[in-house]
């Protein structure tokens, strides 16, 4: 059996206080996971095959739920959501203009 890396290219960086994993799947997107010293996930950033920023998700390490979502689109941040703690559901999300000026703010 051999291992076949032309379209996953896993790695991993240790520091003493957390570590991280980098993924790229077949189609170029490449997934950062930032664990803290316990080995639990606090944070995941994904990017475009062109290298441009896609998303980070930020989670509390021991609920294991997301705390906060940030897409970019084009390379520049679109908006930023927090999420409620019980229900994991977005809570006013922040847009924003290309230029990174707000552009509005979700009410729901």
Same mark, same amino acid.
């Given at each position: 059996?051999?291992? #076949?890396?032309?379209?996953?290219?896993?790695?991993?960086?240790?520091?003493?206080?957390?570590?991280? =994993?980098?993924?790229?799947?077949?189609?170029?997107?490449?997934?950062?996971?930032?664990?803290?010293?316990?080995?639990?996930?606090?944070?995941?950033?994904?990017?475009?095959?062109?290298?441009?920023?896609?998303?980070?998700?930020?989670?509390?390490?021991? =609920?294991?739920?997301?705390?906060?979502?940030?897409?970019?689109?084009?390379?520049?941040?679109?908006?930023?959501?927090?999420?409620?703690?019980?229900?994991?559901?977005?809570?006013?999300?922040?847009?924003?203009?290309?230029? #990174? =000026?707000?552009?509005?703010?979700?009410?729901?």
């Amino acid at each position: 059996m051999t291992n #076949n890396h032309k379209h996953h290219a896993p790695a991993e960086r240790t520091t003493p206080n957390n570590k991280t =994993t980098t993924h790229i799947d077949s189609l170029g997107f490449k997934t950062i996971t930032e664990y803290n010293a316990n080995k639990r996930k606090i944070k995941e950033t994904w990017y475009r095959s062109d290298g441009s920023p896609y998303y980070i998700k930020e989670f509390n390490p021991i =609920t294991k739920k997301r705390t906060k979502y940030t897409e970019y689109k084009n390379g520049t941040l679109y908006y930023i959501a927090y999420h409620h703690p019980q229900s994991d559901n977005f809570t006013i999300p922040t847009y924003y203009w290309s230029d #990174n =000026t707000l552009n509005h703010i979700k009410d729901y």
